[in-house]
């Protein structure tokens, strides 16, 4: 149903919005991730410098 609305329309606004929305929901998981991991890494990093003094 949202498919047949999705293409029935002229102007394609409203397809290229739920687009850009599903882009924006996919990116949110790896952007997290990329953070935690990043946090995770400065972390191991700091501890094996202190580890050596």
Known sequence: MCRAVLESEEGQKTAKGIN???VYLMIIPYV??????????????????????
């Open 20 to 22: 850009n929305g599903i």
């Open 32 to 53: 997290l991730v990329g953070a935690v991991g990043y946090f995770v890494y400065r972390n191991k990093k700091k501890s094996k410098i202190s580890k050596e003094q």
